[in-house]
């Protein structure tokens, strides 16, 4: 890890886990000082090894991580005597579509593999992850999602 300047820092690699022993009794000690910054990240943004983002302390943060390691929630990434940076990963949304009939599930299941949609099966509907506003999902569904034929709502995780 490298810092370039006062407000920009860049990431070169993980420390370990906020909660991991040999780095949660300074992260603590920083926490009660307001000296312990947080990165908050989409689920989506995860898998991503080089990307630039700004701190909930509005520091321009720039990571570019080796291919073997991979972001997690409390993943610290800067950490030394007076400041700790933490990362976050925001919750993932769901768009739940339960179809009414066997063939609007089959028309579901055709337009989500077109559009590459990131899903999960659960209970007899599909999840759809929300990475865009939920009605540009339902707008390439067309005329598929109209209560008649879907029941749509938004869930805030993915039953396994």
Wanted: with cysteine; hydrophobic share 45%; aromatic share 4%.
């Amino acid at each position: 890890m490298s810092q370039s300047d006062a407000t920009t820092l860049r990431i070169n690699r993980i420390l370990g886990g906020a909660r991991d022993s040999a780095l949660d009794a300074q992260i603590h000690r920083l926490s009660h000082r307001g000296a312990v910054d947080t990165l908050l990240i989409a689920a989506a943004d995860v898998p991503r090894r080089r990307f630039r983002a700004t701190s909930e302390a509005g520091r321009t943060i720039e990571i570019a991580l080796p291919r073997a390691e991979t972001l997690f929630d409390g993943a610290v990434l800067w950490l030394d005597d007076n400041h700790a940076l933490v990362l976050r990963v925001a919750p993932q949304r769901w768009l739940r579509l339960r179809p009414r009939t066997s063939d609007d599930a089959l028309a579901l299941g055709y337009h989500a593999g077109n559009l590459h949609w990131r899903v999960r099966f659960a209970e007899g509907a599909l999840l759809v992850a929300l990475e865009a506003p939920a009605e540009d999902y339902l707008a390439r569904l067309g005329a598929l999602a109209t209560p008649g034929r879907l029941h749509c709502d938004i869930v805030d995780h993915a039953p396994c």
